[in-house]
Protein backbone atom coordinates (compact mmCIF):
# COMPACT_ATOMS: atom_id res chain seq x y z
CA UNK A 1 0.00 0.00 0.00
CA UNK A 2 1.27 3.68 -0.87
CA UNK A 3 1.50 5.83 1.71
CA UNK A 4 0.70 9.72 1.37
CA UNK A 5 3.43 11.39 2.88
CA UNK A 6 1.68 15.02 2.87
CA UNK A 7 -1.87 13.57 3.58
CA UNK A 8 -0.09 12.03 6.46
CA UNK A 9 1.96 14.70 7.62
CA UNK A 10 -0.72 17.26 7.25
CA UNK A 11 -1.96 19.04 10.40
CA UNK A 12 -5.25 18.63 11.67
CA UNK A 13 -7.60 20.48 9.57
CA UNK A 14 -10.07 20.97 12.77
CA UNK A 15 -7.73 23.16 14.10
CA UNK A 16 -8.60 26.08 11.58
CA UNK A 17 -5.39 27.04 10.64
CA UNK A 18 -4.77 27.79 7.17
CA UNK A 19 -4.05 24.54 5.06
CA UNK A 20 -0.66 26.06 3.52
CA UNK A 21 0.97 25.79 7.68
CA UNK A 22 -0.99 22.60 7.92
CA UNK A 23 1.09 21.33 4.45
CA UNK A 24 4.44 22.30 5.56
CA UNK A 25 6.64 19.40 6.80
CA UNK A 26 10.06 18.84 6.45
CA UNK A 27 10.69 15.34 4.40
CA UNK A 28 13.99 13.90 4.27
CA UNK A 29 13.75 12.03 1.00
CA UNK A 30 13.88 14.50 -2.29
CA UNK A 31 12.56 13.24 -5.63
CA UNK A 32 15.54 13.76 -8.44
CA UNK A 33 13.82 16.38 -10.34
CA UNK A 34 14.98 20.07 -10.37
CA UNK A 35 13.36 23.14 -8.78
CA UNK A 36 12.78 25.37 -11.89
CA UNK A 37 14.31 29.07 -11.63
CA UNK A 38 10.98 30.96 -11.65
CA UNK A 39 9.93 29.30 -8.40
CA UNK A 40 13.26 29.77 -6.80
CA UNK A 41 12.67 33.36 -7.31
CA UNK A 42 9.15 33.21 -5.92
CA UNK A 43 10.71 31.47 -2.97
CA UNK A 44 13.38 34.15 -2.37
CA UNK A 45 11.00 36.53 -2.93
CA UNK A 46 8.88 35.27 -0.47
CA UNK A 47 11.84 35.56 2.29
CA UNK A 48 12.38 39.68 1.11
CA UNK A 49 8.55 40.29 2.40
CA UNK A 50 9.37 39.00 6.21
CA UNK A 51 9.09 41.19 8.93
CA UNK A 52 12.35 42.75 10.41
CA UNK A 53 13.52 44.87 12.86
CA UNK A 54 13.89 48.54 11.52
CA UNK A 55 12.79 47.24 8.32
CA UNK A 56 16.60 46.03 8.59
CA UNK A 57 15.88 42.77 6.42
CA UNK A 58 19.25 41.33 7.52
CA UNK A 59 18.80 37.96 5.73
CA UNK A 60 21.19 36.47 3.49
CA UNK A 61 20.87 33.74 1.69
CA UNK A 62 23.81 31.02 -0.27
CA UNK A 63 22.09 28.81 -2.78
CA UNK A 64 23.26 25.60 -4.11
CA UNK A 65 21.59 23.78 -6.92
CA UNK A 66 22.65 20.00 -7.49
CA UNK A 67 26.14 19.97 -9.19
CA UNK A 68 27.30 23.41 -8.68
CA UNK A 69 30.40 24.51 -6.20
CA UNK A 70 28.00 26.23 -3.45
CA UNK A 71 26.25 23.08 -3.50
CA UNK A 72 28.91 21.06 -2.84
CA UNK A 73 30.73 23.34 -0.22
CA UNK A 74 26.87 23.50 1.09
CA UNK A 75 26.34 19.45 1.48
CA UNK A 76 30.32 18.97 3.44
CA UNK A 77 29.75 22.01 5.42
CA UNK A 78 26.48 19.17 7.40
CA UNK A 79 27.12 16.75 9.97
CA UNK A 80 27.09 13.83 9.01
CA UNK A 81 23.93 12.67 9.52
CA UNK A 82 22.07 15.12 7.78
CA UNK A 83 24.73 14.31 4.68
CA UNK A 84 22.91 10.85 4.68
CA UNK A 85 19.85 12.32 2.81
CA UNK A 86 20.13 16.09 2.27
CA UNK A 87 22.47 14.97 -0.77
CA UNK A 88 19.33 13.87 -2.23
CA UNK A 89 17.98 17.40 -2.52
CA UNK A 90 18.00 19.10 -5.61
CA UNK A 91 18.45 23.02 -3.75
CA UNK A 92 20.72 23.26 -0.08
CA UNK A 93 20.16 26.95 1.75
CA UNK A 94 22.45 28.56 3.89
CA UNK A 95 20.80 31.21 6.19
CA UNK A 96 23.05 34.32 7.28
CA UNK A 97 21.59 36.98 9.20
CA UNK A 98 23.81 40.68 9.87
CA UNK A 99 24.72 41.52 13.51
CA UNK A 100 24.34 44.91 13.01
CA UNK A 101 22.18 47.98 11.44
CA UNK A 102 23.22 49.23 8.47
CA UNK A 103 22.18 52.66 9.73
CA UNK A 104 24.19 52.93 12.90
CA UNK A 105 26.25 49.85 13.46
CA UNK A 106 24.66 49.19 16.21
CA UNK A 107 24.30 45.54 17.39
CA UNK A 108 20.73 43.75 16.36
CA UNK A 109 19.80 41.62 18.47
CA UNK A 110 17.21 40.35 16.25
CA UNK A 111 18.91 39.59 13.39
CA UNK A 112 18.90 35.52 13.97
CA UNK A 113 15.04 36.73 14.40
CA UNK A 114 14.02 38.26 11.45
CA UNK A 115 16.73 36.13 9.29
CA UNK A 116 14.18 32.95 10.80
CA UNK A 117 11.18 34.90 9.98
CA UNK A 118 12.49 34.85 6.07
CA UNK A 119 13.15 31.59 6.07
CA UNK A 120 9.35 30.49 7.40
CA UNK A 121 8.14 32.94 3.99
CA UNK A 122 10.35 30.91 2.33
CA UNK A 123 9.17 27.13 3.50
CA UNK A 124 5.76 28.50 3.24
CA UNK A 125 6.06 29.80 -0.44
CA UNK A 126 7.57 26.62 -1.06
CA UNK A 127 4.95 24.55 0.22
CA UNK A 128 2.23 26.56 -2.17
CA UNK A 129 4.68 25.63 -5.02
CA UNK A 130 3.96 22.11 -4.51
CA UNK A 131 7.88 22.09 -2.68
CA UNK A 132 8.84 21.40 0.67
CA UNK A 133 12.04 22.38 2.57
CA UNK A 134 13.57 21.20 5.85
CA UNK A 135 15.58 23.39 8.19
CA UNK A 136 18.81 21.70 9.60
CA UNK A 137 21.02 22.85 12.60
CA UNK A 138 23.42 20.35 11.87
CA UNK A 139 26.12 22.44 10.02
CA UNK A 140 29.40 23.20 9.96
CA UNK A 141 28.97 27.02 10.90
CA UNK A 142 32.86 28.23 11.23
CA UNK A 143 33.27 25.77 8.12
CA UNK A 144 30.49 27.69 6.37
CA UNK A 145 32.16 30.65 7.41
CA UNK A 146 35.86 29.81 6.11
CA UNK A 147 34.47 28.28 2.83
CA UNK A 148 32.40 31.41 1.91
CA UNK A 149 34.62 34.07 3.55
CA UNK A 150 31.50 35.39 5.49
CA UNK A 151 32.28 38.66 7.51
CA UNK A 152 32.71 38.74 10.99
CA UNK A 153 29.94 41.17 10.93
CA UNK A 154 27.46 38.33 9.81
CA UNK A 155 26.22 35.20 12.16
CA UNK A 156 25.39 32.03 10.08
CA UNK A 157 21.74 30.24 10.74
CA UNK A 158 20.92 27.23 9.40
CA UNK A 159 21.18 24.73 6.06
CA UNK A 160 17.76 24.08 4.41
CA UNK A 161 17.20 21.16 1.83
CA UNK A 162 14.48 21.93 -0.71
CA UNK A 163 13.08 19.73 -3.49
CA UNK A 164 10.29 17.66 -4.07
CA UNK A 165 9.21 15.29 -1.58
CA UNK A 166 10.32 12.18 -2.80
CA UNK A 167 9.64 8.09 -1.50
CA UNK A 168 10.81 6.85 2.23
CA UNK A 169 12.55 4.01 0.68
CA UNK A 170 14.65 5.64 -1.19
CA UNK A 171 15.96 6.76 2.07
CA UNK A 172 18.78 4.77 4.80
CA UNK A 173 17.11 2.27 6.54
CA UNK A 174 17.79 4.22 9.64
CA UNK A 175 15.57 7.38 8.48
CA UNK A 176 12.69 5.46 7.22
CA UNK A 177 10.58 5.73 10.45
CA UNK A 178 11.26 9.15 11.04
CA UNK A 179 9.91 9.75 7.19
CA UNK A 180 6.75 8.20 7.93
CA UNK A 181 5.85 8.93 11.28
CA UNK A 182 2.81 11.26 11.84
CA UNK A 183 3.57 14.62 13.02
CA UNK A 184 2.56 15.72 16.64
CA UNK A 185 2.68 19.74 18.21
CA UNK A 186 2.52 20.77 21.86
CA UNK A 187 -0.55 22.13 23.61
CA UNK A 188 -1.06 26.19 23.36
CA UNK A 189 -0.98 25.71 27.20
CA UNK A 190 2.59 24.17 27.43
CA UNK A 191 3.75 28.09 25.45
CA UNK A 192 1.43 30.01 25.25
CA UNK A 193 1.34 32.18 28.93
CA UNK A 194 -0.64 34.88 31.12
CA UNK A 195 2.49 34.30 33.62
CA UNK A 196 5.44 32.33 33.49
CA UNK A 197 4.15 28.77 32.88
CA UNK A 198 1.06 29.73 33.66
CA UNK A 199 -1.42 28.96 30.38
CA UNK A 200 -3.17 31.66 28.95
CA UNK A 201 -6.88 32.17 28.54
CA UNK A 202 -7.23 32.56 24.95
Known amino acids: MTIDLDELKSGPVESGVVEL ?18 DLVKIFTAAAWAASSFNEQPWRFL ?19 NQAWAKTAPVLIVSVGKKTFSGNGHR ?23 LHTHGMGGVDKEKVRTMFAIPEDFEVGAAWALG ?11 YREMEMAARTRKG ?8 WEKAAEL
Open 108 to 130: NGYALHDTGAASANLSLQATALG
Open 63 to 81: VGKKGDETYGKILDSLVEF
Open 21 to 38: ILKRWSPRSFADKPVPSA
Open 164 to 174: YVGVPEALPEA
Open 188 to 195: LAEFVFAE
